[in-house]
């Protein structure tokens, strides 16, 4: 499964470009798994609006959520806390 990284500040590996290399290898479906911790601006309207904005009308993307909406890491931050 390919697979890339982009960056969403920076002019160093842009979300945009890590996107044209996927669309290069024929990825028509991109799954953005932002490394983020609460749902913010960053991945509530940046993330969506640019992959929507640099991908083919052909692309199609979805979202995950950030890393503290997992239970995963709500647990460990909770043990954390204590």
């Known amino acids: 499964m390919p697979s890339t990284y982009g960056?969403?500040?920076g002019g160093h590996?842009?979300?945009e470009s890590g996107a044209e290399r996927l669309v290069a290898?024929?990825?028509t479906h991109i799954l953005a798994?932002?490394?983020l911790l609460f749902p913010a601006t960053h991945a509530l309207e940046d993330l969506p609006t640019?992959?929507?904005?640099c991908l083919p009308s052909t692309g199609t993307y979805?979202?995950?959520t950030t890393l503290a909406t997992t239970k995963a890491i709500y647990h460990g931050l909770a043990e954390?806390?204590?």
């Open 13 to 15: 590996a842009t979300l």
């Open 7 to 9: 960056f969403l500040e």
């Open 80 to 82: 954390k806390i204590k």
């Open 25 to 27: 290898q024929g990825v």
């Open 62 to 64: 979805e979202v995950a």
């Open 33 to 35: 798994l932002p490394l």
């Open 50 to 53: 640019r992959l929507k904005d």
